[in-house]
């Protein structure tokens, strides 16, 4: 039974290989490495076994080692948990709006000078004078 369920998993991989790079899902890889990982697989074994199936697609030995580890602690969901907290970016149109009328206001301002004053990071500037205000710096020569 273990010999048709490892080899049904792996033809699901293989399936996901030759087709669109894009379908192939993180979950399905962990649940793969979970299958082998509780009948009794060391990560050398689980990795060489999708080495040999996925081949360029396979996770690497970090990555397999790191999830059954986490599977040895009792950690055996498969699935990205939500993290808690704030956001990596909170961009709102009350502070791209800002951001707009503080270069028009004076076009030599830093994205430094406009963080301080707004209290967000410079990065977070950056991103929305190129991203969102579609702005870039003219060079005159």
């Known amino acids: 039974m273990c010999q048709i369920a490892s080899l049904f998993l792996l033809q699901r991989l293989k399936g996901c290989k030759s087709g669109d790079v894009r379908n192939f899902n993180n979950m399905e890889m962990r649940a793969v490495i979970k299958f082998f990982f509780l009948h009794g697989k060391v ?11 996925v081949e ?16 040895k602690h009792g950690h055996f969901s498969t699935c990205n948990v939500p993290r808690p907290g704030q956001p990596k970016t909170a961009t709102t149109p009350e502070i791209i709006d800002q951001i707009h009328n503080l270069i028009l ?4 301002i830093l994205a430094k000078s406009i963080a301080e004053q707004l209290g967000i990071s410079c990065k977070h500037v950056g991103s929305i004078i190129h991203e969102d205000l579609d702005m870039q710096k003219l060079f005159a020569k």
């Open 56 to 71: 360029e697609h396979a996770p690497s030995y970090a990555t397999v080692t790191n999830w059954v580890a986490q599977f």
């Open 43 to 53: 990560p050398k074994e689980i990795h060489a076994i999708l080495k040999e199936t």
């Open 105 to 108: 206001e004076d076009n030599r």
